[in-house]
Every structure is written in structure tokens, then in C-alpha cells.
């Protein structure tokens, strides 16, 4: 058999990272089993082996998949840059139904929970560091220290995109995320608003 290239091997691991999040779309986490997942990817069970040595596996495969698309998003030059990602990051979650089901499934494994531990650092410390920027810029004028106020932008974003919550009073909704966004680090945009003429 020819030795398959890297490429090759990559775009096989990313079909079934893509195939298992339609299965999890369309049945849940739980209920898609590593045949559904070959189905839907068109693959072997044996091509699937030669990628992930277990479920457990694919899993970390799609949450590390995840967190650097969050990452890559969850950028901007300016304040307004990076709340609006923050906004678009969060209509794009609520495309994908069975996120909060994943990150719940992902609690029960050490494995997972330690990477969604590391990546939550990671993009705490990303969002920190622009933070950073804009405050010197003048953009923002946070009412806390960066840390905290990285913190608490984190809060808001998650917390507006909890499933949990089934009543509107419990969450955040996407048309207050902006606001909420803004007053957690100091908008001087939205000071300057707020000022009477």
C-alpha cells in the first residue's frame, strides 16, 4: 500500500472531526456512535483507527478544532473589532446545537476537561492582551484590573451562550451582548454616548 502523504492524512483527520459534528447536530453527542461517524464521512471503521485511537480521541480532536477557531476569531485591532467577533462567535454557537451537549460530555474525561482547562487559559490570556491595547489606545478604561476584566468578559460571552438557562431572564440576550460587552471594560465609546451633550 503507498504511503499516504501529511496533507492526505490531515484532510482524512479533518473529515471525521467534520462527519462527527453533523452526527452530533443531527442525533447528539451521546447518541452518535463511531458508525455514524465512518457513514457520514464516507470512511472505514480502519480509517478511522489508523486517526484516533478511540472516541475519547476524536473528541479532543474536535475541541482542540474548536478552540483554535475560537482563537482565530476571537481577534480584533480595535475594541469594537473584538466585541463584534465576540458577537459573530456567538451567532455561530447557536448554530451549533449540540456545542453545550459536547462541552457537558467533555466533563465526564480528565483528558477533555484538561484541554478545555488549558484552552480556557489561553484565550483568557488572548483576551487580556488586547485588552492591554486598547486601554492604551484609550479605548477602553476598564473599572478593573486586566486580568479581571478579561475574566469578566469571558463570563458575559459564556454566560450569553449557556443553553442551560431556559427562561429569558436567566441569559444574556445576543441584542444586550454588545452592551454588556462595552460596560464590562470601559467602551469610551459608549461613555462618550452616555455624556448629555
Excluded at 20 to 45: H, P, Q, T
Excluded at 52 to 67: G, M, P, V, Y
Excluded at 73 to 86: F, H, N, P, Q
Excluded at 155 to 167: A, K, L, P, Q, V
Amino acid at each position: 500500500m503507498p504511503k499516504r502523504s501529511p496533507e492526505y492524512m490531515e484532510s482524512q483527520r479533518l473529515r471525521f472531526c467534520e462527519a462527527a459534528m453533523a452526527c452530533f447536530s443531527r442525533k447528539g453527542v451521546a447518541a452518535s456512535n463511531l458508525n455514524d461517524i465512518c457513514e457520514e464521512a464516507g470512511l472505514s471503521m480502519g480509517a478511522l483507527y489508523k486517526h484516533f485511537s478511540s472516541r475519547e480521541d476524536l473528541l479532543e480532536a474536535i475541541l482542540q478544532l474548536r478552540s483554535e477557531r475560537r482563537n482565530a476569531m476571537l481577534r480584533g485591532e480595535t475594541w469594537l473589532d473584538l466585541r463584534s467577533a465576540l458577537v459573530n462567535y456567538w451567532r455561530e454557537l447557536q448554530g451549533l446545537p449540540f456545542w453545550r451537549e459536547f462541552q457537558g460530555v467533555s466533563d465526564w474525561s480528565e483528558q477533555l476537561r484538561k484541554l478545555r482547562l488549558q484552552q480556557a487559559r489561553l484565550i483568557l490570556m488572548q483576551i487580556q492582551t488586547q485588552l492591554e491595547g486598547y486601554m492604551a489606545r484609550g479605548e477602553i478604561n476598564p473599572p478593573f484590573d486586566l486580568a479581571r476584566t478579561a475574566q469578566l468578559v469571558s463570563i458575559i460571552f459564556d454566560g450569553s451562550s449557556t443553553g442551560i438557562r431556559s427562561s429569558g431572564e436567566l441569559h444574556i440576550m445576543l441584542e444586550d451582548l454588545a452592551a454588556y460587552l462595552d460596560f464590562a471594560v470601559g467602551s469610551r465609546e459608549v461613555q462618550s454616548k452616555r455624556r448629555p451633550g
